[in-house]
């Protein structure tokens, strides 16, 4: 496991069998636990129950978003974690963020807090998303998201990876 100060790029972790055990703070409408709810699209994911906490994405990403989510995996210093994260999170936002995902600002009010976790068919990520810019309605901006973890040779984070 490589760490930084912000994140862990995690080795080894087995789908439906190991967890992550998540003690930070969630918080969409009344719930503060860990709920959860995957759909092939975040906009899918929250029409499926617009108040989970954990939103599992099944479509892997793909392009820059992809590739770069990949040298993040495979950082084997944590010097380099810092400049691989902003490059991830920017190729994010750019693939996913920076257009409208319908219905984002209703189930996640100003100021809530969930885990976002997508792949790219091959590695997987998780990140702590806060809503708090929406001055472009239903987006996705870097300063609003917070990588908790990457997780090497993962294809696909499942609802249940996360307790």
Same mark, same amino acid.
């Given at each position: 496991?490589?760490?930084?100060?912000?994140?862990?790029?995690?080795?080894?972790?087995?789908?439906?069998?190991?967890?992550?055990? $998540?003690?930070?703070? %969630?918080?969409?409408?009344?719930?503060?636990?860990?709920?959860?709810?995957?759909?092939?699209? *975040?906009?899918?994911?929250?029409?499926?129950?617009?108040?989970?906490?954990?939103?599992?994405?099944?479509?892997?990403?793909?392009?820059?978003?992809?590739?770069?989510?990949?040298?993040?995996?495979?950082?084997?210093?944590?010097?380099?974690?810092?400049?691989?994260?902003?490059?991830?999170?920017?190729?994010?936002?750019?693939?996913?963020?920076?257009?409208?995902?319908?219905?984002?600002?209703?189930?996640?009010?100003?100021?809530?807090?969930?885990? %976002?976790? $997508?792949?790219?068919?091959?590695?997987?990520? *998780?990140?702590?998303?806060?809503?708090?810019?929406?001055?472009?309605?239903?987006?996705?901006?870097?300063?609003?998201?917070?990588?908790?973890?990457?997780?090497?040779?993962?294809?696909?984070?499942?609802?249940?990876?996360?307790?």
């Amino acid at each position: 496991m490589t760490t930084s100060a912000d994140m862990d790029v995690v080795v080894g972790f087995t789908t439906a069998i190991d967890d992550v055990d $998540y003690n930070g703070a %969630l918080l969409n409408g009344a719930n503060s636990t860990v709920v959860k709810a995957d759909d092939t699209t *975040l906009a899918a994911a929250i029409v499926e129950d617009a108040d989970a906490t954990v939103f599992y994405v099944t479509t892997n990403l793909a392009g820059t978003a992809s590739t770069s989510l990949t040298a993040l995996a495979n950082a084997t210093s944590a010097s380099d974690i810092p400049t691989l994260q902003a490059a991830f999170e920017t190729a994010f936002v750019d693939a996913i963020g920076s257009t409208a995902i319908t219905g984002l600002d209703g189930a996640i009010g100003d100021g809530e807090s969930v885990l %976002l976790a $997508y792949d790219n068919g091959t590695d997987s990520v *998780l990140m702590r998303f806060t809503n708090s810019d929406t001055s472009a309605a239903n987006t996705i901006t870097a300063a609003e998201l917070e990588i908790v973890a990457v997780f090497d040779a993962t294809a696909t984070l499942q609802a249940g990876d996360v307790i």
